[in-house]
């Protein structure tokens, strides 16, 4: 009986034991995560606007531009039901045949707020409208 008394003894005194003291763990320093940039639009510096010329006219009707704006005008004509085989700009020197079935590209800055016309070369029977900004 006295070894099972000891033994007990032995395990008490071990199991009351406090932990000694552990080295603490350091962490590594948090690493940031590294900043990337969200990619930014191609600037070209022209904005393409495309265009047909329907039995109904030109589509879109009106355009909304604005002032130094440099635009490109992609014009298809797909009839023949009209007099538009040809774009003319109010007030510029623009005047662009427009075979049909076949995009045409006409560059145009506007330089004055207001609203322009656009449409055939017969006195613009069939037209639209650029509302210059």
Do not use: H, Y
Request: charged share 25%; net charge neutral; with cysteine.
């Amino acid at each position: 009986m006295r070894t099972t008394f000891i033994i007990l003894a032995v395990l008490a005194v071990t199991a009351c034991k406090k932990d000694e003291a552990k080295p603490a763990v350091v962490a590594p320093p948090p690493v940031a995560a590294p900043v990337v940039e969200a990619p930014k639009p191609a600037v070209t510096g022209t904005r393409s606007i495309e265009m047909k010329v329907t039995e109904d006219g030109f589509q879109p009707g009106n355009v909304t531009l604005k002032k130094g704006e440099p635009v490109k005008f992609i014009v298809t004509r797909v009839t023949d039901a009209t007099c538009a085989t040809e774009l003319l700009i109010a007030d510029t020197d623009i005047k662009a045949e427009l075979p049909l079935n076949k995009p045409v590209e006409i560059a145009w800055t506007p330089t004055k707020a207001g609203q322009v016309k656009f449409g055939c070369a017969m006195d613009m029977m069939v037209s639209g409208m650029l509302l210059v900004e």
